[in-house]
Nanobody, 119 residues
Framework: QVQLVESGGGLVQAGGSLRLSCAAS????????MAWYRQAPGKQREQVAV???????NYADSVKGRFTISRVNAKNTVYLQMNSLKPEDTAVYYC?????????????WGQGTQVTVSS
């Protein structure tokens, strides 16, 4: 089974920065795409950024130019560097991984980490 453990959330003032990390562990052969999602109170979960195993990335329009997703395949870890944070970035951020296991593809979610941006 695949486990995802996130870290790095917290409280920051508008204009500040945070870096989220998500490490995958457990029994799997490899991890394809890894992504960050977020869910604000009363809103649907939305994809913030995604990165393939080869390093191709895609971002939500709302975070382009401010957030950077990266990964270290050898550590099965994905990062989200968040700069120029805005109050509207406040949400619970979730890590997602598409893992290949003995049983086939396993789509996993982390437990979520709170990011709060004060104005």
């Amino acid at each position: 089974q695949v486990q995802l453990v996130e870290s790095g959330g917290g409280l920051v003032q508008a204009g500040g920065s945070l870096r989220l990390s998500c490490a995958a562990s457990g029994s799997f052969f490899s991890i394809n795409a890894m992504a960050w999602y977020r869910q604000a109170p009363g809103k649907q979960r939305e994809q913030v950024a995604v990165i393939t195993r080869g390093g191709s990335t895609n971002y939500a329009d709302s975070v382009k130019g401010r957030f950077t997703i990266s990964r270290v395949n050898a550590k099965n870890t994905v990062y989200l560097q968040m700069n120029s944070l805005k109050p509207e970035d406040t949400a619970v951020y979730y890590c997602n991984a598409d893992a290949i296991t003995r049983s086939g593809r396993d789509d996993r979610w982390g437990q979520g980490t709170q990011v709060t941006v004060s104005s």
